[in-house]
Each structure stands twice: as C-alpha cells, then as structure tokens.
C-alpha cells in the first residue's frame, strides 16, 4: 500500500493504481480513505464495476446504505460474476450486521448460484437460515458446505479449513 500511495501522489491520474490501492484499503477496513481514492476513478470512469463495487462496499460500512447499495448494484449489472460473487457475499455481511437477515439470504443464495463451491458462503447462508428460525434450511447449508469441503482437493481444504470448522460446529449446535 505505501509503494501504491507514493505512485498515487507522483500520477494522481493512474486509474489502475486509485483502483487497486482502494481494493487493498476496503479491504483492510480503511473506508474512509478508500473513498477518497476511489471517488474520481468512480466520476472518470463509471463502468469500472471492480471500483464500483469497493466504492460501493466502502460506502456501505460508513453507514451509507442506500447510495452504497446504488454503486453495488450497477457493478454486479456490469459484470454478475465480479469476482466470483465476493461482493456479494460482502453486501450479505453488511445487510446481516444491521439485523436485515432476509435481505442477507437473498444475496448469499445468489452467490451460491454464481458460486456453488465457498463454504464461506455456504456456512453464511446457514447462519443466516438459523437467525430467521429456519433450522431446515440451515442444515441443508451446512450439510452442503460440509459436503463441499469432503469433495475439495487438498489446497483447497487447507484455506478453507476455518469455514469448515465453523460450519461443523454451527451443524453439531444445530442437531
């Protein structure tokens, strides 16, 4: 990030750096800063849907809901699979930390539709099916997460250890 800042301050007008200094400041939780970066490379180019959605997201955790939601939706209209559903499951974060847990479902079921196989999302969904009382929907979540990872190649089951854990004790707690 300080090798991206200082070449922001040498070309301000470097879109691919505004772009990824903002990713990487959303992505440490820097909103506030990511705004700043990612604003004119919003304004000059407004069909860059990965800007769009960390302008979006950033937004979102500053308590900007619904412009933040205005910026997610236009980027997931330019591109559905941006990053493979990752701003999706982002907004359902954001949506389940207010208590909007059926908008939260609406958008992990989406990403599970892009992308079938993140036990991320898989254990999120279930989590969520729980806090609304559907304790059926909840296992059919965990139980496919947990089927995901039995399936998964080895470098895969070793980063998705945590999710796996977590899905396995969410399943025991369940019943």
């Known amino acids: ?6 070449t922001l301050a040498v070309a ?3 879109l691919r750096v505004r772009a990824e200094l903002g990713r990487l400041r959303v992505r440490r939780g820097r909103n506030a800063e990511a705004l700043a970066v990612l604003e004119p490379a919003v304004q000059r180019q407004p069909d860059l ?13 500053l308590g900007r809901v619904e412009e933040g939601e205005r910026h997610l939706e236009r980027a997931l209209a330019l591109d559905p699979r941006l990053r ?46 729980l806090l609304t009382g ?20 080895r470098f895969k089951r070793r980063s998705e250890r945590g999710w796996w854990l977590a899905s396995r004790l969410l399943r025991w707690r369940i019943g």
């Open 84 to 129: 493979y559903g990752d701003p999706l499951l982002r907004w359902a974060d954001a949506a389940s930390g207010v208590g909007d847990c059926a908008k939260a479902i609406r958008l992990l079921e989406k990403h599970r539709e892009l992308h079938s196989s993140s036990l991320e999302g898989l254990y999120k969904l279930g989590r969520a099916y």
């Open 1 to 6: 990030m300080r090798t991206l800042s200082r």
């Open 49 to 61: 849907p990965g800007v769009r959605a960390d302008f979006g997201l950033a937004l979102l955790r």
């Open 12 to 14: 301000s007008h470097d």
């Open 134 to 153: 559907d304790r059926a929907k909840a296992r059919a979540a965990l139980d496919a997460a947990l089927d995901v990872y039995r399936t998964s190649p």
